[in-house]
């Protein structure tokens, strides 16, 4: 019922193509085949923490996440004078921005949505549900696997661990809790989704990379 209310949501806002206005920023350091190295610009996150498991936590998230960026929030925008003398101040919308962002917390699931750059924390709505915490997030360095396929518990672990097999084989050290991405509708067809693994690792280069020598050999330099 969640998942059929959600697509609802976009079908009838006319969202076909949200979740693809604008992605996250970063600049590829490194690629091999569907391994990335990347870094990633400074944004904000509005976040929510849900007490579920892995796959009912999204859908619970997206939807009230997905009401504050309609306009559940308390817009700071001053409301001019008008006449009769009636005011109200009505919720921001916000645009609709990717990825969604899901990452294991002590208290459950933290399950986020990035907000567009024009937005900071000082200029952002507060969110009318108290559970959504607006944060920031500094630069950092992010290891990535890209895939397609279900969004299922059992396809996140497998391909968790294949990134965790890479970034060790590979000569970087893991920084920070792992990050599963989602950059489509719920309606998008299972095979034609876009999925990620994104794991922090530490910015220093990596030693004895069998990546970086693949690439030296085909563009001539590291790309690092």
Do not use: C
């Amino acid at each position: 019922m969640v998942k059929l209310f959600v697509a609802t949501i976009f079908l009838f806002s006319g969202v076909t193509d949200v979740m693809a206005v604008e992605e996250a920023k970063y600049e590829v350091i490194t690629k091999n085949e569907q391994f990335e190295v990347r870094d990633y610009a400074p944004h904000v996150l509005a976040e929510i923490i849900i007490e579920a498991d892995f796959e009912d936590a999204g859908d619970e998230a997206f939807n009230r996440l997905f009401r504050y960026i309609s306009g559940d929030n308390q817009s700071r925008t001053r409301v001019a004078m008008t006449a009769p003398v009636s005011q109200e101040a009505r919720g921001e919308e916000i645009e609709m921005t990717a990825p969604v962002g899901q990452q294991r917390t002590e208290q459950g699931w933290a399950v986020s949505f990035m907000m567009p750059d024009t937005y900071t924390l000082k200029t952002l709505p507060v969110p009318d549900d108290p559970s959504i915490k607006l944060r920031q997030v500094p630069a950092r360095r992010m290891a990535a696997v890209t895939y397609t396929g279900f969004w299922s518990e059992k396809s996140y672990l497998k391909y968790k661990a294949a990134l965790e097999a890479w970034i060790a084989n590979n000569g970087y050290s893991i920084s920070g809790a792992p990050v599963w991405a989602r950059y489509n509708p719920p309606f998008m067809p299972w095979f034609m989704r876009r999925n990620e693994i994104l794991i922090p690792i530490d910015a220093s280069a990596p030693v004895g990379s069998s990546v970086d020598e693949t690439l030296t050999k085909r563009t001539g330099n590291t790309g690092i």
